[in-house]
């Protein structure tokens, strides 16, 4: 018959039954506290970048457990079971261990809740009910707080993994393009010529792949990532100084290598920097069917970019570009002052009648004051041209 009553805190007897529905009074309140503190925690603890998640997942279960002050700051709570803890502003109390406790439940806001439950019951007896199941419900927060930590962290795995994917194969087709527009770039006998398109590629290409590169990486490593994210170069620049060794001396390198005209250079300090530890994402091989559709996609990109122009200057350029596309099966990247150099690779391989195209857009251009029916004729020549 003493199976089901209990001693306590030396002064009370009490049915056991009575003790087991007190601890069950603050289930949800835990679960759902647990779930708030393990949100909180995941975003104050900065991502573990490659290489590191044994290390972190070896840590003591402490680590996972935020301060008690820092993170609750006498709030809430929502649920049932909830309370303001008396003492609100007060530092937490500590267990017969020492360790801290969530405010939520310290000894004064678990007699409130018990309370509500038991109106007619003494105070005395529900503080000491209280104190007498602060340990296991300060357990039953720690074991759910771990549980919930790590599925987050389970999940900001996977998403990692996934952007990672998703940054390493738009990398991956941007280098693989640069090398193609800089095949392109040697069908120009004038070196000046070379290093002019050389050093307006590799400025796009820098923004094309270091700025996703730098947000992937800054997400990585727990940084506050910018509001934009068409970032110029002096503005990568400065977020670049942010980050950390050894991945700034790397990542200053590329980024450098972006501002100057050889794109040997640049692929070489790019490629080191992403074998890195810090970022593991190798660029991948294209085969030959990869390198035709891209060359498809980009003639695609041209030919509408002709049809959707609305004055001579831009189609000219982009069916310039088109033709230099056909004849070399290579793709280029020019602004409209390099027309009459790619004019001169085509214009060999051109009929008279396609030429003739090609030169009464030049001269319209010279000498303006069409009318726009006038100006849309010529761009669907082009158009058909390309």
């Not at 006498?74 to 003492?87: C, D, I, M, P, W």
């Not at 390493?168 to 290093?195: N, P, V, Y």
């Not at 003739?356 to 857009?361: D, H, I, R």
Request: aromatic residues 4%.
């Amino acid at each position: 018959m003493f199976q089901d009553i209990r001693l306590v805190q030396d002064i009370f007897v009490v049915a056991e039954k009575m003790v087991e529905e007190s601890k069950k009074l603050f289930d949800t309140c835990i679960e759902t506290i647990a779930e708030e503190d393990a949100k909180k925690q995941s975003s104050m603890m900065p991502s573990v970048p490659s290489g590191a998640g044994k290390k972190a997942q070896a840590d003591d279960d402490e680590d996972l457990l935020p301060s008690s002050k820092k993170d609750r700051k006498g709030k809430r709570q929502t649920g049932k079971g909830a309370t303001k803890s008396a003492g609100k502003g007060k530092r937490d109390e500590e267990d017969d261990s020492g360790a801290s406790v969530p405010e939520f439940l310290t000894v004064p806001a678990l007699v409130v809740e018990l309370q509500k439950a038991n109106e007619d019951a003494p105070f005395e007896l529900l503080e000491a009910i209280a104190r007498a199941i602060q340990a296991d419900l300060v357990e039953s927060h720690r074991r759910v707080l771990k549980v919930k930590v790590e599925l987050i962290a389970a999940s900001s795995a996977g998403d990692r993994k996934s952007t990672h994917k998703a940054v390493q194969e738009q990398i991956s087709a941007t280098i693989w393009l640069m090398r193609m527009f800089a095949k392109g770039i040697e069908h120009f006998s004038a070196e000046t010529d070379k290093k002019q398109l050389a050093k307006l590629l590799l400025r796009n290409v820098g923004a094309e792949v270091l700025n996703p590169l730098l947000f992937f990486l800054m997400e990585d490593l727990g940084l506050a990532l910018p509001e934009r994210t068409d970032l110029t170069p002096e503005a990568r620049t400065k977020l670049v100084a942010k980050l950390p060794e050894p991945p700034r001396a790397a990542f200053e390198k590329t980024n450098t290598g972006a501002a100057g005209d050889n794109i040997d250079t640049f692929e070489d300090s790019l490629q080191s920097l992403l074998d890195s530890e810090s970022i593991g994402m190798p660029i991948r091989k294209a085969d030959k069917k990869k390198e035709t559709q891209i060359c498809q996609e980009h003639r695609q990109q041209l030919l509408q970019g002709i049809r959707s122009a609305t004055d001579i200057p831009t189609a000219l350029r982009l069916c310039c570009l088109s033709l230099f596309l056909k004849k070399t099966a290579v793709p280029l990247e020019a602004p409209g002052k390099f027309v009459p150099q790619i004019l001169a690779i085509v214009k060999p391989d051109l009929k008279p009648e396609q030429a003739a195209v090609l030169e009464q857009a030049r001269d319209m251009m010279q000498d303006g004051g069409q009318s726009p029916d006038d100006i849309r004729a010529v761009i669907l020549k082009l158009a058909d041209l390309a």
